[in-house]
């Protein structure tokens, strides 16, 4: 008779596994896409398949086929599916799209704007790239006046693509729940990005790399 009122308590804990399972955060692959995203606005795409190819694109997919072969048997046999969680594993391989028409806007409004006016914000020293994915204008003094308005009306419109694209990669990916992470990759992301001589925020102050 125990044995048999136990037996909820398991099946409640052996769901609760499946579930867990499901929506851990992917960062390997939120990084390689924030690399695809960043590089192809401070760059061009041919470029982005060159640096990308430690890091995402097939490199990705044989990362993910290998972690799948090594949880099975010579045999096939996933011991993990005779509690169901094997199945629900390979059903939601962790995938972050950013091909998205949504993102892909975002994304050419951003390298347009990045080409004709913000890098060379960056080139001078005027702009950096803050901690939380945005950036700022850090040095005013590094920009003819006639510019100023400009540039500063540019970072505003930048911004508010940085904040939507964070967004909508999280709810385009099912989980927008992740936008905070989201984010904080494609900070890190910018950051590592970045061309030597640019700004970047750190701590209360700001480096040059």
Not at 80 to 108: E, F
Not at 134 to 141: P, T
Request: proline share 3%.
């Amino acid at each position: 008779m125990k044995q048999w009122l136990g037996m909820p308590v398991v099946g409640a804990l052996l769901l609760s596994a499946c579930v867990t399972i499901n929506v851990y955060f992917p960062a390997a692959e939120a990084k390689a896409a924030a690399r695809e995203f960043v590089e192809k606005v401070i760059d061009d795409a041919d470029s982005t398949q060159i640096k990308d190819s430690s890091g995402g694109g097939m490199a990705m997919q044989l990362r993910r086929l290998d972690f799948d072969i090594s949880r099975s048997d010579a045999s096939g046999f996933d011991p993990w599916m005779l509690l169901g969680i094997g199945s629900a594993r390979a059903q939601s391989a962790p995938d972050i799209s950013i091909k998205t028409p949504a993102i892909q806007a975002i994304q050419s409004r951003m390298e347009a704007r990045f080409s004709s006016m913000l890098r060379a914000g960056f080139d001078s020293g005027a702009l950096g790239f803050t901690e939380d994915g945005l950036i700022s204008v850090r040095d005013a003094g590094k920009l003819e006046l006639r510019d100023r308005v400009a540039m500063n009306a540019a970072v505003a419109d930048d911004n508010r693509d940085r904040k939507a694209v964070y967004r909508e990669v999280a709810v385009a990916n099912g989980h927008p729940e992740w936008e905070v992470q989201i984010r904080n990759v494609f900070a890190k992301q910018w950051v590592e990005s970045a061309r030597s001589g640019w700004w970047y925020q750190s701590g209360a102050g700001w480096k040059q790399k």
